[in-house]
């Protein structure tokens, strides 16, 4: 039996307890270990990455139940892309994180880690309630760090959040007996199969399920009518950890790509169209109100989190029309708008670690140190993040727009699209002027204080905007590979093949 | 006769509208209450969505003459365990904002002088 799809779930599991367990009074070997747990996660996800590349599937029956019995991993080009990114975002916050933020209170490393094999194992799974129990694991890590370092205000946005999320799991579990009553099995591949066999009498039952389960990972990804509650969680949470919360958002995209292409796609019947139909609407409704807030907000860290409100709007556009090319664009989009808010964030709480006590506020305020170097740096992000030429953002745009050219609601979108964008970047150069161009008029400067000393945020900040680079140069072999991925997700036969043994597809 | 059907799913449905009105209070304490009853009606519903089934055995038995599903069993046992774990999560996230803030108010915006009466 081949071993690899669980290691990335196996890793992060032991490592995360012994973190929390043997080495709990040394920060230094908590450093240690996580950055070198996360560092091999990172090569673990590109060796899987190189070995579902070529278009093959691999899964991993846990305890060698034979699905779909027993729970089944399944590793294909889009889980294997999502692990890459969860990795690569994980090691670059956490070199963030080690400048201080870790020492803020206690457990950050294991925490962290544990917050890392809840999303791999929710991309990695192939089983609904499963989903369900990862979620609750990466949920649960997330009320941690989410408090971490305390303060009343940041302990009050986490109560909402934990509220907020234990409705959410609520509703989940709602769907998942929906589900399971109509087609007697939880299994993705298996539900596949069987919900085109769903009796009509049941399919009222089955219709409610797959919107409640829309409901539910839209919760997650931020979308309207239920993303109010992304900004107070975002701008009060710890900066690495909002940083790292920007992959979060993008597990409930994914779960709503990897079930409403799988699960409820086409061959669904009836159910398979209810999904496309709420989604675009509501996207571009999420997109509107993101990007309105990035004009309206008092705070940078207000501001970035409204724009990754926004992002996820454009990203379930795209999502919302369900061709292989938007996917494939909206995947691409993706990737870029994770690393661009992660690093975004990153770089708000360098500022506000050096505005003293005028914080993030949006005012001017006299220029602290290395300003410059820090201007240079949220320029760039912003760039990248409004989708302005040359960085990722703008070919990401570019590319939706492209796949979303036909249909009567393309207008809408385009309009949409472009206008926000104006409204965005507008938002970006206001806050980007008054923090570093009007504090230039301000006499003096604020003392340097207890500005963190050192290089490694620098670094951690850098390399994720290099990444924005990268992604930007090598755009054309990339987005062949999401091509393929996209067209793997809706030639579903090797998915079901791969899990139930060839034959079973329809 | 009232069925048992009826029974359970009256059940569900007031717990649910029991806990969604709670959940919409303003103080931590009566969401938490609500969250734990909304919780309940959850477990009950995924308990129940293997069909109601009187005197039948879940494991295989040499003298049974039906089985009742036993997979929303194990599902609802994992969901009980979860949410008795999130339960305690919020009991002491709410406890630790009341001590921080000295307010028990859910909302954000509420903060502040005017809040605690």
């Given amino acids: 039996m081949n071993h690899w799809p669980i290691l990335p779930l196996l890793l992060p599991a032991l490592a995360a307890p012994l973190i929390a367990l043997a080495v709990r009074h040394d920060i230094v070997l908590q450093r240690v270990f996580s950055v070198a747990s996360t560092v091999l996660l990172l090569l673990l996800s590109l060796i899987l990455a190189g070995k579902v590349a070529d278009g093959s599937v691999l899964t991993y029956e846990l305890g060698n139940w034979p699905a779909p019995f027993g729970i089944v991993l399944v590793l294909d080009r889009l889980a294997a892309l999502m692990l890459v990114l969860t990795s690569v975002l994980g090691l670059f916050v956490l070199l963030y994180a080690i400048n201080g933020w870790d020492q803020r209170g206690k457990h950050f490393h294991s925490l962290f880690l544990f917050q890392l094999l809840g999303i791999n194992g929710a991309f990695l799974t192939g089983d609904l309630f499963n989903l369900f129990v990862f979620f609750e694991v990466l949920l649960i890590a997330s009320y941690g760090l989410m408090v971490h370092g305390g303060g009343a205000l940041r302990v009050r946005a986490g ?88 992959v979060m ?258 | 006769m009232i069925s048992l059907e009826f029974i359970v799913a009256s059940a569900i449905g007031v717990l649910t509208a029991a806990g969604i009105y709670l959940t919409l209070r303003g103080r931590t304490f009566p969401v938490v209450v609500g969250l734990a009853l909304i919780t309940y009606a959850v477990n009950v519903f995924l308990f129940v969505m293997g069909r109601l089934a009187v005197n039948q055995p879940p494991v295989i038995r040499p003298d049974a003459v039906a089985y009742t599903d036993p997979l929303p069993q194990a599902l609802v046992l994992t969901a009980i365990v979860i949410s008795f774990g999130m339960t305690a999560v919020i009991v002491v996230m709410a406890l630790r904002a009341w001590f921080e803030s000295g307010d028990d108010h859910v909302d954000l915006e509420v903060s502040g002088e005017g809040s605690r009466q």
């Fill in chain 1, 159 to 246: 109560v909402q959040y934990v509220i907020m999320n234990l409705v959410g799991s609520s509703l989940f579990l709602v769907a998942v007996g929906l589900i399971y009553s109509v087609t007697g099995t939880l299994n993705m591949a298996d539900l596949a199969v069987g919900v085109a066999e769903v009796r009509p009498a049941d399919q009222a039952l089955l219709h409610t399920g797959a919107i409640l389960l829309l409901l539910v990972f839209g919760l997650k990804a931020a979308l309207f009518p239920v993303q109010f509650w992304l900004p107070g969680t975002y701008a009060n949470a710890p900066a690495p950890i909002a940083a790292l919360f920007a």
């Fill in chain 1, 249 to 506: 958002t993008k597990v409930g995209a994914y779960s709503i790509i990897r079930v409403y292409t799988l699960i409820f796609g086409d061959a669904a019947g009836d159910a398979g169209s209810l999904a496309g139909a709420w989604l675009a609407p509501a996207a571009l409704a999420t997109l509107v109100l993101g990007m309105l807030g990035v004009l309206a907000a008092r705070s940078l860290g207000q501001m970035v989190s409204f724009a990754v409100v926004g992002s996820m709007g454009v990203l379930l556009v795209a999502v919302g029309a369900f061709t292989p090319q938007s996917m494939s664009a909206a995947l691409y989009y993706l990737l870029h708008s994770t690393l661009a808010a992660g690093a975004l964030f990153l770089i708000v709480d360098m500022i506000t670690q050096r505005r003293a006590e005028h914080a993030d506020a949006l005012i001017a305020a006299p220029t602290f140190a290395q300003a410059g170097l820090i201007a240079g740096g949220f320029f760039l992000a912003a760039i990248a993040i409004t989708g302005m030429p040359p960085l990722s953002g703008f070919l990401g745009k570019l590319l939706i727009l492209d796949s979303l050219r036909e249909g009567p609601a393309a207008v809408w979108i385009w309009g949409l699209i472009l206008s926000t964008s104006l409204i965005a970047i507008i938002g970006f150069a206001r806050a980007g002027s008054v923090v570093f161009w009007k504090s230039l008029a301000e006499p003096g400067q604020l003392p340097v204080g207890d500005t963190p000393k050192g290089s490694l945020p620098f670094v951690a900040v850098g390399l994720l905007l290099a990444m924005l680079v990268l992604l930007t140069v090598f755009a054309g072999p990339i987005s062949g590979y999401l091509d393929n991925t996209a067209e793997q997700l809706f030639f579903r036969r090797d998915y079901i093949d791969a899990v139930l043994g060839s034959g079973r597809a329809s």
